[in-house]
């Protein structure tokens, strides 16, 4: 077995994703199972170079994982010929400029979604990487859970029949920060930092949609912001300028209709954090991050509304569990693992800065949507 090594560097990687998801989980976990198996007798061996603005903080997590490099010089990281790939996990609104710097240095990207604040400037990016021939992706973690996964093989095994709806709730309470501290950064609040949850979940409902049931043809929705005043890392109050919770309606290429809340301001009364329930002539499917139950039109009780009467029959019980039938890991170590087989292998890849840029497109739109009180088309994108 012969090791290639694969030389990473990972901006952003003091926050919550770009730490735990992408460094812990994805690259060193990788590291710990040997590298990555490329199946053509060679190894490769993923070196993540930490790229950031706090020297202490990378210091810190360096020491902590025993990772020999780290820097706060993005141009000295950029210009050093043995980088290959940049990966941007920075808050919203640094990704654009970094990663245009990257791709002028010839490095692959790979980088968290929104991939951009702007339409614009997110096709941007896709056309420039494009123009360079560098190979380019973005976060799609969602695609990888086991529940969806498991969603996807319902869709694809005909379980359904002709798909009707698709019905989406996801969200939880998000402390204000007075009382108990808000377990998610403040600049999510911000309008002007790139925050808001339509922004933050417009982009995952564009590739889930896309994805499993069809391309959105067209989005309807209404944001707001339902709390108004929240406190930051530092215990002081400051003004909520961005949306917390959005009711978005989207149409899909082949009929279906998707409507899905999204929420920092609800508290769950669901088994799992995001639920999709699917409805099809031929059957219907609950899916969560995990789990997927299913309930075929052979098994459907026929109630009849009384409202004089308690519920007759157990609802919920009704519902088959469908098994894992598969080992699955963690989504983003998955996507990972994909990606550094495109780099290295040339495998195919389709979840690009054109894909991301999409996901950018609903949510711009889906704003516009909310401010016009319209219904908007989603046209389609190209380079
Ligand atoms: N794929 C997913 O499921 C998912 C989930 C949450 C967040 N995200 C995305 O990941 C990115 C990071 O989100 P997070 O929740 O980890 O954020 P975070 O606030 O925890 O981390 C932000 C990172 O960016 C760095 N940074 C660079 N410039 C900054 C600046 N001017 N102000 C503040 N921080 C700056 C910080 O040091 C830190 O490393 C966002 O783009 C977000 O949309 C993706």
């Given at each position: ?5 694969v030389?990473?560097a990972m ?6 994703m ?27 061996w993923p ?32 210009a050093?010929p ?6 941007d996990?920075?808050v ?7 990663v ?17 604040t702007?339409?614009?400037g ?7 990487a ?6 380019h ?5 969602k ?13 694809e095994?005909?379980?359904f ?5 698709v019905r989406g ?16 950064p ?5 309008a ?8 933050d979940m417009?982009?995952?409902?564009d ?11 067209s989005?309807q ?6 709390v ?21 309606i989207?149409?899909l ?6 409507q ?8 769950v009364?669901?088994d ?11 059957g ?5 991050l ?30 088959q569990e469908v098994?894992d039938n598969?080992e699955?890991?963690n989504g ?6 994909l ?5 290295a ?14 996901g950018?497109?609903l949510a711009e739109?889906?704003?516009k ?15």
């Open positions: 077995m012969t090791r290639k090594t030389r990473i901006n952003g990687v003091t926050g919550r770009g730490y735990r998801q992408h460094l812990v989980r994805s690259i060193l976990s990788l590291r710990e199972q040997g590298g990555l198996d490329l199946g053509d007798g060679t190894t490769l070196e993540p170079i930490l790229v950031g603005r706090r020297e202490h903080a990378l210091r810190a997590i360096a020491e902590r994982h025993d990772i020999e490099h780290w820097t706060t010089d993005l141009d000295a990281v950029l050093d043995s980088v290959d790939i940049y990966f996990a920075q919203t609104s640094a990704r654009e400029e970094a245009k710097q990257a791709i002028a240095a010839g490095k692959h990207i790979y980088c968290e979604k929104p991939t951009g702007t339409l614009a997110a096709l941007e990016l896709a056309r420039l494009d123009a360079a021939g560098v190979k992706g973005v976060v799609q973690d695609l990888f859970l086991p529940g969806l996964l498991k969603l996807r093989r319902l869709v095994g005909g379980f029949g002709r798909i009707l709806s709730e996801f969200g939880y309470w998000v402390f204000e920060g007075d009382w108990q501290s808000a377990q998610r403040s600049w999510n609040y911000r002007e930092d790139g925050g808001g949850i339509v922004a417009f982009p995952h409902w590739y889930v949609l896309h994805e499993l049931f069809g391309r959105v043809r989005v929705a209404l944001a707001a912001t339902h108004p005043q929240r406190w930051d890392e530092q215990d002081k109050p400051y003004d909520a300028t961005a949306d917390d919770a959005a009711y978005g989207f149409e290429e082949g009929g279906a209709i998707a899905i809340n999204s929420s920092w301001t609800v508290r009364n669901r799992e954090l995001v639920e999709f329930q699917v409805d099809g002539t031929h219907s499917a609950v899916a969560g995990r789990k997927c139950r299913v309930q075929h039109r052979s098994a459907t009780p026929k109630p009849v509304w009384n409202p004089d009467l308690p519920a007759t029959e157990p609802f919920r019980d009704q519902w098994p598969a699955f890991d983003f170590k998955a996507q990972w693992e990606f550094l087989r495109h780099v292998l040339d495998e195919p890849w389709r979840w690009d800065l054109l894909a991301g840029a999409r950018v497109q739109l889906g704003l949507s909310s401010e016009q009180g319209r219904r908007f088309e989603v046209p389609e994108l190209s380079l």
